[in-house]
């Protein structure tokens, strides 16, 4: 038995296949359900573009909530009154300087400069006005010669203006890059603008830091990211308790990016968006891990003992030292301790978290907190 090849027809029986399809609503997948070959364009380009849409609409409802509510205008931007309020000045005066934007992550930067490219470009002639580079964007000498200098050097055609070129996370290009950058800023800048994003203003060199209007993007406060969370919230339908959303808050730490991936996270994994369920998301020890800490800590006398009783918890759940350190400092803030006791702990915890932060192995760190407290243990009893 020989499979049957199916036999080419004309471009007009091709045509009426396709129409039929459409009138009586039958979906195929491929070629072989409807025993034509979709070799003839009038046939193929329909068939195309109806794939190419239905997949579009697929990916769009399967965004990331961070990309999902990403603001799409300076309208929509929670926080940073005056820095939006000049740049709004600055686009309706059409006097649009080249920009630096620096801050922590997850404060606005990169939604900022997307939100006035979209007021300055309509949609159709955005991707031919607008060239964003990010960190997964080689960014070296040779792109800035090549691919930069090339999108500034040229004008679009039916299209007045300058153009925006956006560079984020700039504080990892090279010294050399960024001297390249310096001369193609001096030489287009009747014809661009560059907006350039960086976490860290110091690892921009001072010749790109004097050329442009800088912006610092502060951390976000509880005040400002308590709107948004609730607004995705509502959007999503999904259950947060209040101690879920103060959790949530508190480890982001100002960063509204982080606020919304560990919301999608612990809902994702708990259904439910508690205190614990967001600390166990993320690996952080829950507040009744700590108090156990912090209690033998100051009441047991074995040093092995608790050594051995914090080493069994950090290795149930996966804790990191740091983390634990972390949430401690804060209980001893809260301790009725003698000053000098107080300030020879905090010193020691201090010494503690620079050597992890430097990667050294977490179980001498952790005998070296265990040894600080007891110290300061005797240290108060010897006052007393």
Not at 295 to 302: A, G, I, M, Q
Not at 334 to 350: G, T
Request: aromatic share 8%; with cysteine.
């Amino acid at each position: 038995s020989v499979r049957q090849q199916p036999r080419p027809v004309s471009r007009r029986t091709v045509k009426l296949v396709w129409r039929k399809n459409i009138r009586s609503s039958v979906r195929f997948q491929s070629s072989k359900q409807c025993g034509v070959r979709i070799s003839q364009v009038n046939f193929c380009v329909p068939l195309l573009n109806f794939t190419v849409t239905i997949m579009l609409k697929d990916a769009k409802s399967n965004l990331p909530w961070v990309e999902k509510y990403r603001p799409a205008t300076l309208d929509d931007l929670i926080s940073h009154e005056e820095i939006i309020s000049t740049i709004n000045k600055f686009i309706n005066e059409n006097q649009l300087p080249h920009l630096l934007f620096y801050g922590p992550p997850g404060t606005g930067k990169t939604s900022t400069i997307l939100a006035c490219a979209r007021q300055l470009y309509k949609p159709q002639t955005f991707n031919q006005m607008v060239l964003e580079l990010n960190a997964s964007d080689d960014r070296g000498i040779n792109i800035v010669r090549g691919q930069i200098l090339n999108f500034a050097s040229t004008r679009t055609i039916f299209s007045g203006g300058y153009k925006l070129i956006i560079l984020d996370e700039a504080d990892a290009m090279t010294n050399d890059a960024q001297n390249a950058l310096r001369r193609i800023i001096e030489k287009y800048t009747d014809n661009v603008r560059f907006c350039i994003i960086c976490n860290y203003l110091s690892k921009i060199i001072p010749a790109l830091q004097s050329r442009c209007t800088r912006f610092r993007f502060a951390p976000l406060n509880a005040e400002q990211i308590l709107p948004r969370l609730e607004h995705v919230v509502e959007a999503e339908a999904i259950k947060v308790s209040e101690d879920g959303k103060k959790a949530l808050m508190t480890l982001a730490g100002g960063d509204m990016r982080k606020v919304l991936n560990v919301l999608q996270s612990t809902w994702m994994a708990y259904k439910d968006v508690t205190e614990d369920n967001v600390y166990t998301c993320v690996g952080h020890p829950l507040k009744s891990d700590i108090a156990n800490i912090v209690k033998w800590l100051l009441n047991t006398e074995s040093f092995k003992e608790i050594f051995e009783n914090i080493q069994e918890l950090k290795t149930n759940k996966g804790l990191a030292l740091e983390d634990i350190l972390t949430e401690i400092h804060l209980y001893v803030h809260r301790m009725e301790l003698p000053p000098r006791v107080m300030s020879l702990l905090l010193i020691k915890m201090a010494a503690i978290e620079e050597r992890l932060a430097a990667g050294c192995v977490e179980k001498p760190q952790m005998a070296a907190l265990i040894a600080a407290f007891q110290i300061a243990r005797d240290q108060v009893i010897v006052e007393g």
